[in-house]
């Protein structure tokens, strides 16, 4: 393991986060809100000093291997967040740790859930915080870092922080690839702002909503949610904007370039829009004796299925409230997820495809035990690797889902709430069923719980790999590996 180097990155990364408290701190100046702005600014620049001398320091060794970028992500992705979660504690907004760390590891991994019952009275500098902590944890902070400063190390980093099965470079280098990426997102970002505010919502909200979406994140600025603004035009302009950033983004890419074939082909992307289509269909004919008209019903419907299908977790309806037929639905979304290489969430549309398409071989391979049958992507056929490497996933996956239940089950919470406060953590979305559902929050939760699905957001973030690999003794031997 070579140490200085992973050192020297995240000072980087920590340096280059330091710079984000001025935002927050810029708005609460606006605001006229003096303290909170002092809070942002004095964090901001305790974190600077701590982190410069480390990062300036080049280390001897330069030497990085796939160990040192996941024990780099891994690190990064546990001290980011508690370093973030000061503002909430010190600005006396959240006064347990526990919680501020739960809320802040909440919004960097862009799960959403939080355990604030009122946020409408908190500070303007503590809400865009919040919702900043979405756009920032949804591209990544590592792919953040790599687009700004040269690095001869892009591709392990962005292979260990970026989600999904195939991660590649859309442009030659690495670093380019992470300047792309954070220039179509920026993009869609100001875009949604832009659509939001033709529609009469107020500017800050505009920004803190379209950051959420961006980000598949879905904190609120409002108690009620979406919701709140009686607006289906808000309500179109975010559900175009969550489908649209649960999409891989190097089919924007590919759209830049004019190669428009590659994007029409692309099964990943059919099986996505057909999979919201499908579900939005029956959703919206199941729910529509709740509501005057099937145009309501069909509104609630796609808002609601974009929303839990990309793990962005807003709400303009209580789920809770809808058929059971409705309800399993939505947890069966929660499971899916998005698209890899997109900000959302879930176990990811490509994996459940890969893994269809293997038990498709597998079962022709018992009719025909004599032919040849490949897992193929988009007429490619993806190697053995790759592959096995989506079933090891699975295995890993479910694992830890169950050690989560036995561990939460210790709060004695009915199995509904116990169950999908873990499903929903581990795939980022935010609300759950039961009393973490939608109009409810994590709140009531032990802090023992709390950190329990805390883990479980990072784990789902970072797709389990980099935080199990980082907690390995072996690792961090001379010679390991």
């Known amino acids: 393991m070579n140490k200085s180097i992973v050192i020297h990155y995240i000072s980087k990364a920590?340096?280059?986060?330091?710079?984000?408290?001025?935002?927050?701190?810029?708005?609460?100046?606006?605001?006229?809100?003096?303290?909170?702005?002092?809070?942002?600014?004095?964090?901001?620049?305790?974190?600077?000093?701590?982190?410069?001398?480390?990062?300036?320091?080049?280390?001897?060794?330069?030497?990085?291997?796939?160990?040192?970028?996941?024990?780099?992500?891994?690190?990064?992705?546990?001290?980011?967040?508690?370093?973030?979660?000061?503002?909430?504690?010190v600005s006396g907004a959240i006064p347990n740790f526990v919680d501020a760390i739960f809320e802040s590891i909440s919004g960097?991994?862009?799960?959403?859930?939080?355990?604030?019952?009122?946020?409408?009275?908190?500070?303007?500098?503590?809400?865009?915080?919040?919702?900043?902590?979405?756009?920032?944890?949804?591209?990544?902070?590592?792919?953040?870092?790599?687009?700004?400063?040269?690095?001869?190390?892009?591709?392990?980093?962005?292979?260990?922080?970026?989600?999904?099965?195939?991660?590649?470079?859309?442009?030659?280098?690495?670093?380019?690839?992470?300047?792309?990426?954070?220039?179509i997102y920026a993009v869609l970002t100001l875009l949604t702002v832009i659509f939001l505010l033709f529609g009469g919502m107020p500017l800050f909200d505009s920004v803190c909503n379209a950051m959420g979406a961006a980000g598949t994140g879905g904190f609120s600025i409002r108690n009620g949610g979406i919701g709140d603004y009686q607006s289906a035009?808000?309500?179109?302009?975010?559900?175009?904007?969550?489908?649209?950033?649960?999409?891989?983004?190097?089919?924007?890419?590919?759209?830049?370039?004019?190669?428009?074939?590659?994007?029409?082909?692309n099964f990943e992307l059919r099986v996505y829009l057909a999979v919201i289509a499908v579900a939005t269909l029956i959703i919206g004919i199941?729910?529509?004796?709740?509501?005057?008209?099937?145009?309501?019903?069909?509104?609630?419907?796609?808002?609601?299925?974009?929303?839990?299908?990309?793990?962005?977790?807003?709400?303009?309806?209580?789920?809770?409230?809808?058929?059971?037929?409705?309800?399993?639905?939505?947890?069966?979304?929660?499971?899916?997820?998005?698209?890899?290489?997109?900000?959302?969430?879930?176990?990811?549309?490509?994996?459940?495809?890969?893994?269809?398409?293997?038990?498709?071989?597998?079962?022709?391979?018992?009719?025909?035990?004599n032919s040849v049958n490949l897992v193929k992507s988009d007429d490619k056929a993806m190697d053995t690797e790759t592959v096995h490497g989506v079933l090891y996933y699975f295995i890993i996956y479910m694992a830890l889902i169950m050690v989560s239940l036995l561990l939460l089950a210790i709060n004695n919470v009915d199995f509904g709430t116990t169950f999908t406060s873990v499903v929903t953590c581990i795939n980022n979305i935010g609300p759950g069923i039961g009393r973490v559902g939608p109009t409810e929050n994590f709140g009531f939760y032990s802090n023992f719980s709390k950190l329990v699905l805390s883990a479980d957001m990072l784990l789902g973030r970072l797709e389990c790999l980099p935080l199990i690999i980082m907690m390995s003794p072996s690792v961090w031997r001379k010679k390991s590996f």
Not at 22 to 34: D, N, T
Not at 353 to 367: D, Q
């Open 108 to 183: 960097f991994t862009t799960t959403g859930a939080t355990i604030l019952s009122e946020v409408e009275s908190l500070p303007k500098g503590i809400l865009f915080w919040r919702s900043f902590s979405h756009w920032v944890g949804g591209m990544g902070v590592l792919v953040l870092l790599i687009a700004i400063l040269p690095s001869s190390h892009a591709m392990p980093l962005m292979r260990a922080e970026c989600a999904g099965p195939q991660v590649g470079k859309i442009v030659p280098k690495g670093r380019n690839s992470a300047a792309f990426l954070y220039i």
């Open 233 to 265: 035009y808000a309500e179109g302009v975010i559900t175009v904007a969550m489908i649209a950033f649960g999409i891989n983004f190097s089919l924007y890419y590919f759209i830049l370039i004019k190669r428009f074939k590659d994007v029409l082909k």
């Open 14 to 89: 920590m340096l280059i986060g330091s710079a984000l408290f001025l935002l927050p701190a810029a708005v609460s100046l606006y605001f006229g809100e003096k303290d909170t702005m002092l809070v942002f600014l004095i964090i901001g620049i305790c974190i600077a000093l701590i982190s410069t001398p480390l990062a300036i320091i080049k280390p001897k060794n330069k030497n990085m291997f796939n160990r040192e970028a996941l024990v780099i992500t891994a690190l990064l992705w546990v001290i980011y967040p508690v370093a973030a979660a000061l503002p909430f504690y």
């Open 286 to 369: 199941n729910i529509s004796p709740i509501y005057e008209t099937a145009a309501k019903s069909f509104r609630y419907a796609i808002f609601q299925v974009a929303s839990i299908m990309t793990s962005t977790g807003y709400g303009t309806a209580d789920f809770c409230q809808w058929p059971m037929l409705s309800q399993m639905i939505l947890i069966i979304l929660m499971f899916i997820g998005a698209c890899a290489g997109s900000t959302g969430g879930g176990f990811k549309v490509q994996r459940f495809v890969i893994m269809y398409k293997s038990a498709m071989k597998y079962l022709k391979k018992i009719v025909h035990p």
